[in-house]
């Protein structure tokens, strides 16, 4: 009786190694995308963070006041601080934009009324490709609810 491996079972190892080794690399890819990907994410946190104290929903008091259009993070900054950014906070806020903008401008006041005179509310951060050639913009939004004073 012959002792060892024939090439079948030799081949079916093969490719049982191969799929899982394939598995750790696609793994590891994604990691990697991600772990490069987290420091812009939570620099655009930071941005919603700055936009909302310098334009508070709170305050706002009419729904024609909601809508701010795009504003660069140093204008915001500016709004808070009276004084410039720091050479190292420009260069982290740098392409970041915020932008709050009302999503149900065109609601009837009889739909207003339906849902309770709530209406949506859009935060936009928007950021480029910070240098790395490709020009392809990304952003992060939330909606947030906000609920118009009855007259």
């Not at 049982?16 to 890819?29: E, K, N, P, R, Y």
């Not at 987290?38 to 508070?56: C, I, K, R």
């Not at 420009?90 to 149900?104: A, M, P, Q, Y």
């Amino acid at each position: 009786m012959k002792r060892g491996f024939t090439l079948l079972e030799v081949l079916l190892a093969s490719i049982i190694l191969g799929v899982g080794l394939a598995g750790i690399l696609v793994s590891l890819s994604q990691s990697q995308r991600l772990m490069k990907t987290v420091p812009d994410l939570e620099t655009s946190q930071e941005v919603m963070d700055l936009g909302e104290m310098a334009y508070p929903l709170e305050a706002v008091m009419d729904e024609d006041d909601i809508d701010t259009g795009e504003l660069k993070v140093s204008d915001l900054w500016e709004l808070l601080t009276d004084e410039r950014m720091t050479d190292a906070q420009e260069e982290k806020f740098h392409g970041f934009t915020w932008e709050r903008e009302l999503v149900d401008e065109h609601m009837s006041d009889e739909d207003l009324k339906h849902f309770n005179n709530l209406l949506r509310v859009r935060i936009t951060v928007t950021w480029g490709d910070r240098g790395k050639g490709s020009g392809k913009k990304q952003q992060e939004s939330y909606i947030v609810l906000w609920r118009k004073p009855e007259s």
